[in-house]
């Protein structure tokens, strides 16, 4: 019998996370006036983004549910540790 592997990206109580294209990345930039610096980090190796392949300054928006909003959006920036 063959073991399934574990898919936490496909986990009910991971949010959505989705790459930026390089014109949505600018576009949020310019919009909120930040620097990829300026954002919260995640680690490339981070199993809920591991199927995207990601790369070091990508920019991963995160959907969460919220009780309250409806939807919140949260953005990281990719880095190599």
Do not use: C, W
Not at 34 to 59: F, G, H, N, W
């Amino acid at each position: 019998m063959k073991k399934q592997k574990f898919k936490v990206d496909k986990h009910i109580l991971t949010p959505k996370h989705i790459k930026l294209s390089e014109k949505e990345k600018a576009q949020l930039m310019e919009k909120y006036n930040v620097t990829s610096k300026e954002l919260p980090k995640i680690i490339r190796t981070d199993a809920a983004i591991r199927e995207l392949d990601p790369k070091p300054s990508d920019i991963i928006k995160i959907i969460r549910k919220s009780p309250t909003a409806g939807e919140s959006t949260f953005y990281r920036v990719v880095i190599d540790v």
